[in-house]
């Protein structure tokens, strides 16, 4: 029922969905382009749409109640970023503990433009030993979905030119808010 709605919902907006759903049950999904409060809604959209139950992180100011609590309920996991904690550690932990996960990172950080994307994505998929898979909202031909997962090689370069050219032709809802597709110690 979920997914049918979502689907219909994503149609009568103009949107279309793209690739197919991921068949594994762990990865770090991708999130991007991130440029708009838009990107929110409709990434939990088309997650109903494919019938994928994810969780998301997002910092813990937006977690008061009585919006927090719908916030959980919809996969959502405040994070502390002023506090000395080892979010990666922490997520890694948590693929070692369930069995079926799928924890959406938006690489940006932020809907603003940045010059390079946060690592932790990596890092979690890395040390957790679960693949990357790549999602997006490209509001310019307004379709999403899902591309091939990566399983992380540890070569850091190679490993993001793939994300690179994968996100090479897609437009957030503000392009020039979506910065390079790199690391910081790239």
């Known amino acids: 029922m979920k997914q049918r709605f979502a689907r219909w919902l994503l149609r009568r907006a103009g949107w279309q969905l793209e690739g197919v759903r991921p068949a594994i049950d762990r990865y770090v999904l991708i999130a991007a382009p991130h440029t708009s409060n838009w990107d929110f809604p409709l990434m939990l959209a088309f ?20 919006v927090g609590w719908a ?3 919809l996969g959502g996991m405040p994070i502390v970023r002023h506090e000395n904690r080892n979010v990666v550690d922490g997520m890694v932990d948590m693929f070692g503990r369930v069995g ?3 924890l959406v990172v938006p690489t940006e950080g932020t809907r603003e433009l940045t010059s390079y994307w946060k690592s ?11 693949p990357i898979v790549p ?24 490993d993001m030119q793939y994300f690179r050219d994968f996100y090479a032709d897609m437009a957030g809802k503000f392009p020039a808010k979506f910065g390079p597709v790199r690391l910081r110690d790239e």
């Open 100 to 102: 079926r996960l799928v």
């Open 47 to 66: 997650a109903a749409a494919f019938d994928i139950k994810v969780t998301w992180m997002a910092k813990h100011s937006l977690f008061f109640p009585p």
């Open 135 to 158: 999602s997006f909202l490209d509001f310019g031909r307004k379709r999403g979905g899902f591309g091939p997962a990566l399983q992380v090689s540890g070569d850091t370069r190679a």
């Open 71 to 73: 916030m959980r309920a």
């Open 120 to 130: 932790g994505f990596y890092h979690i998929a890395r040390q957790a030993g679960v």
